[in-house]
Nanobody, 123 residues
């Protein structure tokens, strides 16, 4: 089982940058790591994910101003969002997807969420 630890977040000025990091513990074969966010009263939505091999996805509202990266071991992942606005205010959650074997395409995929970190952008 993976334990997921999040850092970053807090208060950010509008127009500034937000940096979120996610690290997992445990000897697991990571397939993907990503950030999701949840607005009050809404479902959690994907912001950005990086997959083993480097493929990345970005939600439309952060495309062009967000960069996701990971270390070579896929133990740590960082998301930076530039030019933040009040609409980026949300609770952000890290999701780690992994397998017990070493085949991300063939083995059953498991996942673990972080506890969430609040991001508040002030105007």
């Amino acid at each position: 089982q993976a334990q997921v630890m999040e850092s970053g977040g807090g208060s950010v000025q509008s127009g500034g940058s937000l940096k979120l990091s996610c690290r997992h513990s445990g000897n697991i074969f990571t397939c993907a790591m990503g950030w999701y966010r949840q607005f009050p009263g809404k479902a959690r939505q994907e912001v950005s994910t990086i997959h083993r091999g480097g493929f990345t996805t970005y939600e439309n509202s952060v495309k062009g101003r967000a960069t996701i990266s990971q270390d070579n071991s896929m133990n740590t992942m960082t998301l930076q969002i530039d030019r933040v606005t009040t609409e980026d205010t949300a609770t952000y959650f890290c999701l780690v997807q992994y397998v017990r074997g070493r085949d991300c395409a063939g083995d059953p995929r498991l996942s673990e969420w972080g506890q969430g970190t609040q991001v508040t952008v002030s105007s």
